[in-house]
């Protein structure tokens, strides 16, 4: 008997193992089947990068990293910047435009819009080699907008009443519990003409646009796809197919490989951005929508 078990002691130690470690099996199993290479061009380390910029701008922060990344990476060498966004916060919009800037001087950057491109996500663009367009997108609405919303109504019929203590003339500029000011309306204007004119000069630079005609381009016009390119706001109309086709014409890259974004972080990132315009309608701030 003893002579039995011991023939047959490697398979029964192989049965026991996989009983007791059934589910970290499957787990790693799971893990390999999503990270396994697929294909040759897996296994081959990607010379050509995708970065989307999708929804609302309101946190720049994983943007800039891709592309401050893709800038210092020696092996990629050129970008494709696909945009769908309405625009966002002022902020995070000038960091992505800024970091765009720092990458194009390195390596040819193609912008692809998919959808809208628009405010502050043109704004996040202006500095690439070439603005591709789907036909279907639209374009523009170079301006800069604050709001809020007065509920000195509502909260009256319910019975609340704010009570504030502050220093300075404008420090309640922009509360939600009554009326703004005359005074206060035209130091808010102060600051989105101000906005506006850095916004609009920064397109004149990078498009190469006659800042004086700037009412024909920007002034928060929207624009289809060709009459973005007749007012000089984009470069060609076509679909992602002609732009990835013309970034490997740019990077001069004999066998293009392409990165491939994680679904699951992609979605995520979706998620992420529209959680934030959620929170942005309730508190109001300067925006490019």
């Known amino acids: 008997m003893n002579f039995i078990k011991k023939l047959?002691?490697?398979?029964?130690?192989t049965i026991g193992f996989i009983q007791n470690h059934f589910k970290a099996m499957v787990f790693v199993l799971i893990l390999f089947l999503i990270f396994a290479p697929g294909s040759e061009d897996d296994l081959r380390p990607h010379n050509l990068q995708t970065i989307s910029l999708i929804g609302p701008i309101m946190d720049a922060t994983e943007v800039v990293k891709q592309i401050d990344d893709a800038t210092e990476d020696s092996a990629i060498k050129g970008v494709l910047f696909n945009v769908n966004s309405p625009g966002g916060?002022?902020?995070?919009?000038?960091?992505?435009?800024?970091?765009?800037?720092?990458l194009q001087e390195t390596k040819p950057v193609v912008v692809y819009a998919s959808g809208t491109i628009a405010?502050?996500?043109?704004?996040?663009?202006?500095?690439a080699d070439e603005i591709m367009v789907n036909p279907g997108s639209m374009v523009g609405s170079i301006g800069v907008i604050m709001q809020g919303a007065n509920v000195s109504e509502l909260m009256g019929k319910i019975g609340i009443k704010t009570q504030t203590v502050s220093a300075g003339k404008y420090k309640q500029v922009g509360t939600s519990d009554r009326e703004w000011t005359t005074d206060e309306k035209a130091e808010l204007n102060k600051v989105i003409q101000g906005t506006y004119d850095l916004f609009t000069n920064d397109v004149a630079s990078a498009r190469g646009l006659d800042?004086?005609?700037?009412?024909t381009y920007a002034n928060a016009h929207i624009f289809t796809a060709?009459?973005?390119k007749e007012?000089?706001?984009?470069d060609s109309v076509g679909v992602a197919y002609d732009a990835k086709a013309q970034l490997v014409k740019?990077?001069?890259v004999s066998e293009p490989v392409w990165n491939k974004e994680d679904k699951f972080e992609k979605f995520m990132k979706q998620f992420g951005a529209q959680?934030?315009?959620?929170?942005?309608?309730y508190f109001p701030s300067i925006s490019m929508y």
């Open 8 to 13: 047959l002691y490697p398979f029964t130690a």
């Open 89 to 102: 916060a002022v902020a995070p919009s000038i960091e992505i435009a800024y970091a765009i800037k720092r």
């Open 119 to 127: 405010s502050g996500s043109y704004y996040a663009s202006i500095w």
């Open 211 to 215: 800042i004086k005609k700037r009412d």
């Open 226 to 228: 060709a009459q973005a």
């Open 231 to 234: 007012v000089g706001l984009i």
């Open 250 to 252: 740019l990077s001069e």
């Open 275 to 281: 959680s934030a315009s959620l929170v942005h309608l």
